[in-house]
T-cell receptor, first 114, second 110 residues
Framework: NAGVMQNPRHLVRRRGQEARLRCSPM?????VYWYRQLPEEGLKFMVY????????ESGMPKERFSAEFPKEGPSILRIQQVVRGDSAAYFC????????????FGPGTRLTVL | QKEVEQNSGPLSVPEGAIASLNCTYS??????FFWYRQYSGKSPELIMS????GDKEDGRFTAQLNKASQYVSLLIRDSQPSDSATYLC??????????FGGGTRLMVKP
């Protein structure tokens, strides 16, 4: 039973490029969450999605960041025109049904902006 | 602002001892509580979830919840060097997100 899958595991971008992070939830899970962990800091919520819907994006920066979870395929977190401050570990989590259910985390994508 | 507070540590215990990790939260409406373990450079791994007041035991781990005091704790019995990690307390307050504490770094010395 595969867990949450994320790719790539490591991503290097130069300033101004775009970063695309992908997340496939656990089988049977319909809720996806993205969190960011800056170096030496705690995990911070970014966005909560269900299929084809953004439910809560209160943690997303106002500019350059977007997320989607299409009917088919993985959830995508997109960062446009990356800056050095975007360097962080980005974790995806999924839960089966209700948002208060346990969230299981993927291995994360470590983004480095040069 | 909804907050979750943890002592950053490090908490150092000898092998075989009981490690006690504590967490307080600010939102009285919080409904579900979780402990995750995170090794350096890795993703959070769920250890325990707890939803009602009292104790919940799973192997060497016991989670304790006191909603009146807004307090959650995790006890690790017979601590092993492999338990050395950062332990994250997380709270879901009927919203769509987990709010995490900053984590407590645990060091178990052989």
């Amino acid at each position: 039973n595969a867990g949450v899958m994320q790719n790539p595991r490591h991503l290097v971008r130069r300033r101004g490029q775009e970063a695309r992070l992908r997340c496939s939830p656990m089988k049977g899970h319909s809720h996806v969450y993205w969190y960011r962990q800056l170096p030496e800091e705690g995990l911070k919520f970014m966005v909560y999605l269900q299929k084809e819907n953004i439910i809560d994006e209160s943690g997303m920066p106002k500019e350059r960041f977007s997320a989607e979870f299409p009917k088919e395929g993985p959830s995508i977190l997109r960062i446009q025109q990356v800056v050095r401050g975007d360097s962080a570990a980005y974790f995806c989590a999924s839960s089966p049904q209700r948002s208060t259910d346990t969230q299981y985390f993927g291995p994360g994508t470590r983004l480095t902006v040069l | 602002q909804k907050e979750v507070e943890q002592n950053s540590g490090p908490l150092s215990v000898p092998e075989g001892a009981i490690a006690s990790l504590n967490c307080t939260y600010s939102d009285r409406g919080s409904q579900s509580f979780f402990w995750y373990r995170q090794y350096s450079g890795k993703s959070p791994e769920l250890i325990m979830s707890i939803y009602s007041n009292g104790d919940k035991e799973d192997g060497r781990f016991t989670a304790q919840l006191n909603k009146a005091s807004q307090y959650v704790s995790l006890l690790i019995r017979d601590s092993q060097p492999s338990d050395s990690a950062t332990y994250l307390c997380a709270v879901n307050n009927a919203g769509n997100m987990l709010t995490f504490g900053g984590g407590t770094r645990l060091m178990v010395k052989p």
